[in-house]
């Protein structure tokens, strides 16, 4: 089994910064994309920002492009969401995932999902 663990979320003033933090434990495999998501109540989960497994490739929603940065620590099986400029409207459960090939594709296909961490941007 395959464990992920979002951290690094909280609440921040719009402008502010977070940095979240996806730790992948259990059985993994051998390389893996990580995406990240976020949903907020009443709304359908939507696509934030990719990384593939060399981090070569990344791949950002319209909506953070040039606000987020998106990294990854194969060596500690670890993910990073950096959040800068934030706005209320990035107020959301943000979750990461992984998935049994190297690069991104979409929500769909990813296999593992972390619980969530809640990040919160008051105006």
């Known amino acids: 089994q395959v464990q992920l663990v979002e951290s690094g979320g909280g609440l921040v003033q719009a402008g502010g910064s977070l940095k979240l933090s996806c730790v992948v434990s259990g059985r993994t495999f051998s390389s893996y994309a990580m995406g990240w998501f976020r949903q907020v109540p009443g709304k359908e989960r939507e696509f934030v920002s990719a990384?593939?497994?060399?981090?070569?490739?990344?791949y950002y929603a319209d909506s953070v492009k040039g606000r987020f940065t998106v990294s990854r620590d194969n060596a500690k099986n670890t993910g990073y969401l950096q959040m800068n400029s934030l706005k209320p409207e990035d107020t959301a459960v943000y979750y990461c995932?992984?998935?049994?090939?190297?690069?991104?594709?979409?929500?769909?296909?990813?296999?593992?999902w972390g619980q969530g961490t809640q990040v919160t941007v008051s105006s």
């Open positions: 990384v593939s497994w060399s981090s070569y490739n990344t």
């Open positions: 995932a992984v998935r049994r090939k190297p690069d991104h594709s979409n929500m769909g296909q990813y296999d593992y």
